[in-house]
């Protein structure tokens, strides 16, 4: 292969190197001048979304590297998405972690290799490279968990995540062996041409245990319970960082290894996924009502999220990954809003985490409270908001292969979703502030980008169409 | 090429409310005349549309297209027919009243209040006039989260319960509908309305999707027995807010019936037509009996309300029983004519005893009925024009609350004695409870000495009542430009209720 021929593969070369530059800054500048390396991050993340602009943007489908990466449209607007998400991401957190006083490079460090491996895993054409993504991304989202290594939760949630997601890594690497085992490729391409008989004993124990960690790393029920632990337990800055990024990794594990790679046993795994499903969307939507921490209800509201994106994948069809991509993405630009509240919330020494510090939010901080009941009425699915625009999509691509049991079972949980989202809209609308909550973050930057984060599930949400589109596009 | 009338009436609120609310607090005042100055406005570019309004068609008149989602053939089409016209007018009126009533009674947030209304309307002007299904169950939804609001932070002390249970009931029938209409898509590939009523269906999928428009509109209408969550959401809301919700909001579910369920699902409607009668004939006699025992003013004008959105429903599906009685579709259209008629008479009277209750609960702090007697002595011109609204409400003839229900009474005779009857049984049940409630707040010795140092109605008050009184009484007198405007759209309604959609 000419060195031409991997220009497509800029994106990761690029910020395979940029980890390392970022490594030495801290070590020689970052150290002295603390801050220096959150802006320099900010400054990685815009080249490599310009390089990739200009060298990953290839309009067609391409295999390199003899088949162990494969780039097309729909990887090129993920890795601008990844870039995009991380750069908020950071962005957001960086007075939450002054505040903090872990406000520290390897941090950055850590962040850019977990883009990394969201970026392997987007572009992964073998199982080898689907599992180094999936490890280089799990192993630096650990990391990050126990960032802040004087809080016990944080080193107890990290613990529990890691235990549980080597647990997942197993059963993906024995699913994957058994795949191999019985097909002699790794090449998920090969593997698509050759597996095209559903129902075969030895297909379905591989599947079984593919899709045990695809759940897994989803966070579907019942594979579910390390997620609200790490999402309450982690710094709040790292709960947006793997509410959000590892998404888009996650869809495109799913999308690229059994859509693709197993979508002739498709029958097999739409009828492990149905169930998943179910139960994602109940146990989400029904335990996040008796949550009283915002961020572990959130991670219920996640896990209902969830289930409508594997619904997305249960319909089996390219208009259900269509809707489950576009679920996805407008997921991810709303729970950046959300997290972003709740870092903007924070003080030093004060979380606010609890459901009762948003009381009367409205009165002490209108833009963060408008923020949030924008994000709010996202999430409930409530138009003119995106979110509504998702779960139609979700909906349609269900009728269109006449899953009628699970279109109801998708509106009801939406209706009971609703009643916890307008629950955090009434604590800031409707009751008084309690007296001593500390004044909101200030700063001006991060202030407005997510004014324009709102503004963007506002307008996305009456013009829907550039979206819908797009993702229609990346999926033919 | 005629200006985008529709498009206007639409936006135009909307702007002004983003207007009123980036002016804030702050510049109350100013963002108080912009709120006037542009309800005034949308209630004028509302006027060509009657004015030049085309009554020999029913067709969809003053027609706007635009794409909006090309993917999913979802546009942005406006029009109004005779059914939705006399809707948007009146949404256009009713805003004004709500306005000119808070001027300087809402205290708290009030820009905010202004803005709500502001956005409300336009909304609402969006959902009777939306002919895409999409666009229509968009303006449908996102009507909620003003509503929600309005209730939520300027309602009574159980505002939250209140609130929540009217934003779940509503958003459960919704979605429901939602699914239907995505279903529907999913076999016609685009969400014209005008499509989905030429669509052939199996009587099975009709039922189905009759069920999910039942739970939708019968929520909104409300029907007996999901009705309940209109008594809580009436008495919590501000003043304003039960105007919009008894005047507008209720109307949508009697829309969406003639809109929807009838033209779309025609063989289900034959169907299951007792059904839908049978919950009418229950909210009338049922509801107004319990109307009679509230003690609560606002509460038992909610009750009226669900009594007398009983007639709209009723109106609309005895239609079949009239066929199945006479055969004749001709007879068939009064029922339709008088559930119009009664919506937009409902709209008025009860938004103008919202506005009485208002008048009283700003003075007073007090709903309750006994905390008032003989207000007439200290209010007399308070007291005419709530004996006026009263009398309307009981369905006295020269009032536009005595069409709507001769009409439907006077049809549902031709399907049956019985119906009729029972019918008739709420011109006993409303002079009952609306007669009572007069006696008892305003007639009699001075009751205590809140009400001895009463003021009689301000300027202000009276415009607001004034207006809404003649409009009563213009409706009730000459009802015929009404009926006129209504008349061809009702008999294409008719025609396609009638018709059987069953694919051959």
């Not at chain 1, 982690?234 to 999308?255: D, E, M, Q, R």
């Not at chain 2, 409300?120 to 002919?131: C, D, K, N």
């Not at chain 2, 609204?389 to 709507?404: E, Y």
Request: charged fraction near 10%; aromatic fraction near 12%; charge should be neutral.
């Amino acid at each position: 292969m000419t060195l031409h021929g991997m220009t497509p593969a800029v994106p990761e070369i690029y910020l395979a190197f940029a980890v390392c530059v970022v490594l030495l800054f801290e070590v020689f500048v970052g150290v002295k001048r603390p801050g220096a390396t959150s802006t320099l991050t900010l400054v990685v993340l815009a080249i490599g979304a310009a390089l990739t602009v200009r060298y990953a943007n290839i309009g067609h489908h391409a295999v390199l590297f003899d088949g162990m990466y494969v780039t097309d449209p729909l990887a090129f607007v993920l890795k601008l998405a990844g870039f995009l998400c991380v750069a908020v991401a950071l962005l957001y957190s960086r007075m939450y972690l002054e505040n903090r006083d872990i406000l520290r490079g390897e941090y950055y460090v850590l962040a850019l290799t977990a883009l990394l491996g969201v970026f392997v895993l987007v572009s992964a054409n073998s199982l080898l490279t689907v599992y180094i993504g999936v490890e280089l991304l799990a192993l630096s989202v650990y990391a990050m968990v126990a960032f802040d290594r004087e809080s016990g939760i944080a080193a107890e949630s990290a613990m529990k995540y890691f235990v549980l997601g080597a647990i997942a890594s197993g059963t993906l690497l024995y699913g994957m062996s058994i795949i191999y085992g019985l097909t002699g490729t790794l090449d998920l391409e090969v593997i698509a041409t050759k597996l095209n008989t559903p129902g075969s004993l030895g297909v379905i124990l591989g599947l079984a245990f593919i899709v045990v960690a695809v759940a897994f790393k989803f966070g579907a029920v019942p594979f579910h319970m390390w997620l609200p632990d790490v999402y309450e337990g982690a710094p709040t800055s790292v709960t947006l960082f793997v509410g959000t990024v590892p998404k888009i990794a996650y869809f495109a594990l799913t999308l690229r290894l059994l859509a693709h790679g197993l979508a002739g046993t498709s029958a097999d795994w739409t009828l492990m996924l149905t169930p998943l499903a179910v139960l994602t969307l109940i146990v989400g939507n029904v335990v996040a009502i008796v949550q009283s921490n915002l961020k572990r209800m959130l991670a219920y509201s996640t896990i209902g999220h969830v289930g409508f994106i594997v619904l997305g994948f249960v319909a089996g069809t390219a208009s259900g990954y269509t809707a489950a991509l576009y679920y996805m993405l407008v997921y991810v630009l709303v729970a950046l809003g959300a997290f972003g509240v709740i870092l903007l919330a924070s003080r030093k020494g004060f979380e606010a985490d609890k459901l009762d510090h948003y009381k009367g939010l409205y009165q002490r901080d209108p833009l963060l409270a408008l923020v949030m009941m924008a994000v709010m009425f996202s999430f409930a699915g409530v138009p003119p908001f995106v979110g509504f625009w998702a779960k139609l999509r979700i909906i349609q691509a269900l009728w269109e292969t006449s899953h009628l049991g699970l279109v109801v079972v998708a509106v009801v949980m939406s209706v009971v979703g609703a009643f916890y989202y307008l629950r955090v809209v009434k604590l800031m609308y409707f009751d008084a502030p309690p007296e001593n909550l500390p004044a909101t973050l200030r700063p001006l930057g991060p202030r407005l980008v997510i004014g324009v984060n709102a503004a963007a599930v506002l307008v996305l949400g009456v013009l829907p169409s550039p979206l819908l589109d797009l993702c229609s596009r990346l999926i033919q | 090429m005629h200006s985008p009338l529709l498009s206007i009436l639409i936006w135009l609120p909307i702007a002004a409310g983003i207007g009123v609310l980036l002016l804030g607090e702050r510049f109350l005042a100013a963002g108080r005349w912009l709120a006037l100055l542009s309800s005034i406005a949308t209630l004028a570019i509302s006027l060509p549309l009657l004015a030049h309004f085309d009554t020999q068609t029913a067709a969809y008149q003053f027609v706007e297209k635009a794409a909006w989602i090309p993917r999913f053939k979802a546009f942005y089409a406006l029009g109004v027919d005779g059914i939705s016209l006399p809707l948007v007018v009146l949404t256009a009126v009713m805003t004004i009243p709500v306005i000119i009533a808070a001027w300087t009674v809402v205290k708290t947030r009030a820009a905010q209040y202004f803005a709500a209304f502001l956005i409300m309307e336009g909304l609402m002007i969006g959902v009777f006039s939306a002919t895409d299904a999409l666009l229509f169950y968009f303006f449908w939804e996102a009507m909620l989260i003003p509503m929600f609001l309005i209730i939520g932070i300027w309602g009574g002390p159980r505002r939250v319960y209140a609130t929540i249970k009217f934003f779940l009931y509503t958003f459960l029938g919704s979605v429901f509908m939602l699914a239907a209409l995505i279903y529907m898509y999913v076999k016609t590939g685009d969400y014209a309305i005008a499509s989905f009523q030429a669509l052939p269906l199996t009587l099975v999928e009709q039922r189905w999707i009759f069920a999910a428009f039942m739970l939708a509109f019968a929520v909104k209408v409300p029907m007996w027995p999901v009705h309940t969550w209109l008594p809580d959401a009436h008495v919590e809301a501000p003043t304003g807010g039960s105007v919009i919700l008894a005047a507008i909001m209720l109307k949508m579910g009697g829309y969406g019936f003639l809109r929807f369920s009838l033209p779309i699902t025609p063989d289900a409607c034959r169907e299951l037509d007792l059904f839908v009668i049978t919950l009418s004939l229950i909210a009338v006699i049922y509801i107004g009996f319990v109307a009679i025992v509230q003690a609560d003013m606002k509460k038992l004008i909610a009750y009226s309300s669900i009594a007398h959105m009983g007639f709209v429903t009723l109106g609309a599906f005895v239609v079949y029983e009239i066929v199945r009685t006479t055969g004749q579709v001709q007879g068939a259209a009064m029922g339709m004519d008088g559930a119009m008629v009664q919506m937009i008479s409902h709209g008025l009277i009860s938004g103008a005893l919202f506005l009485c209750v208002g008048v009283l609960y700003d003075r007073v702090h007090s709903r309750e009925i006994s905390a008032y007697g003989g207000v007439i002595n200290t209010m007399p011109i308070f007291a005419a024009f709530m004996v006026m609204f009263a009398l309307a409400n009981t369905g006295l003839p020269g009032t536009s609350g005595f069409v709507g229900e001769f009409l439907v009474i006077l049809a549902s005779f031709k399907a049956s004695f019985w119906y009729s009857t029972l019918a008739a049984v709420t011109l006993i049940l409303g002079a009952c409870y609306t007669l009572w409630l007069v006696k008892r707040v305003l007639y009699g010795p001075v009751a205590n000495d809140h009400v001895a140092h009463l003021t009689d109605l301000n300027g202000r008050e009276f415009i607001v009542l004034g207006m809404l009184a003649v409009l009563v009484l213009a409706i009730g007198i000459w009802p015929e430009p009404l009926l006129k405007i209504m008349e061809p759209s009702i008999h294409h309604l008719v025609t396609q209720a009638v018709a059987t959609k069953l694919p051959v």
